[in-house]
């Protein structure tokens, strides 16, 4: 698309939402300014396409489509049909998938439907053959409560949060807590990996009936081989919640062991993160999975969102091309340069490192908790979100790190040189920032002080290394 037509597909949209609620119109305008004016490095958020982003606001949004394709709840799904099956042969395709199910509307429902895939597959369909009947509706009183004490008396081993696993992968918080009894795997305390004997140990004992694999804050490469293989050796299903790194997966950064799709019986993502699509989440299993995962919907989301598969279909397309694995590969790099740069002045980073599109700084080596950090950088134009390190002493609400990705800033076209004036920026706000106390003089987890000059300052360098390297260029509202 010209630069020409986005700016008017854009200015159009926006003149007739302003007819109806100027207000809305007004805050989707300074989203955009703010966007534009902040070094986003929050790991999970990106700059979706003009075209992605365009192809969400339709009237694809007015169309019920409860089912799948050919095989609706509805009459008149023809269209939606069309964007559903592209999506789906995009996803297959992209990521060497038998099977693909487009419809999540986010990463948490994503997981929700594997979940009750296998649940349905290694619990439900056995009660169900073993009482010779079709449908759970066909089961008498007696065995419907037995089998639903039995699915929910199920296992889950997945890694825990403060080595950076998901609050979906069985957290109490969550509704996969309350569904599973839950273990986690850790990571080892000296070197901060996966220590994959370990992990064997745990699965050994616990007998878990899914292994989940996946991660929000871990900033290494996963062996899913040698996962895969820990969970053939205890009966499990191997589940990944590739998420955080599926644009990496997509640009072919993480090949053979490190690639979970040809491991695991199922995988789950958003498409939003690094893999730079709309809002919402994916499932891609093995065929014998195929016919639970697609009953995703009634079993536990709402009708599915054409004009977001529509918008899944466009980001798909748009990653099968040749320069979306570059994209990835620069992600990675610019992950590399920023940590480079973070290490060499001083900080402390999770593992000492990173392979992938994310680094976790241990904030504590500058006497700050995690969420004083965060304000301290956010105060300077640099938005970055606070993250559990492992053993936290601070807990998963202040924290003692901070997480920072490149996805986003890879996108507006940032690369090593600007990643390592970024990591000149964090480390002069967080050395200059200091705890603060409460009012009564004992030291605060959230309060910091830092001089105002000194963050504006920063903040009118970030805007300056970002003016070179404009977001949206081609949209124009003035
Ligand atoms: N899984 C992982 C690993 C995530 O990091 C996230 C979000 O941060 C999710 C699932 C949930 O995604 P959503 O916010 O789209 O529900």
Known sequence: MSRNAESTAFRSALEVIRAVEPRVADAIGAELTDQRESLKLIASENYASPATLLAMGNWFSDKYAEGTVGRRFYAGCQNVDTVEALAAEHARELFGAPHAYVQPHSGIDANLVAF????????????LKKAQVRQVNDLTEADWFALRRELGNQRMLGMSLDAGGHLTHGFRPNISGKMFDQRSYGTDPATGLIDYDRVAEAAREFKPLILVGGYSAYPRKVNFRILREIADSVGATFMV?????????????????????????????????????????MVLCQP??????DRGCPMVLGGPLPHVMAAKAVALAEARRPDFADYAQR????????????LSRGATLVTGGTDNHLVLIDVS??????RQAEQALLDSGIVTNRNSVPQDPNGAWYTSGIRIG?????????GAAEMDQTAELIHTVLTQTTAGANADGTPSKAKYNLDAGLADKVARHATDLL???PLYPGIDLT
């Open 365 to 370: 080596g500058y006497e700050l908790t995690g």
């Open 241 to 281: 919640d590739m998420a955080h790194f599926a644009g990496l997966v997509a640009g072919k950064v993480f090949t053979g062991d490190f690639d979970p799709v040809p491991h695991a019986h199922i995988v789950t993502t958003t498409t939003h993160k690094s893999l730079r699509g709309p809002r919402g989440g």
């Open 467 to 469: 003016a070179t390297y």
């Open 116 to 127: 009750w895939a296998v649940l349905a597959d290694r619990v439900e369909s056995p009660a």
């Open 406 to 414: 490149t996805p986003a800033l890879t996108t507006r076209g940032l």
């Open 331 to 342: 992600i990675v790099d610019n992950a590399q340069a920023l940590a480079e740069g973070l």
């Open 288 to 293: 014998e999975l195929a016919d639970q995962v």
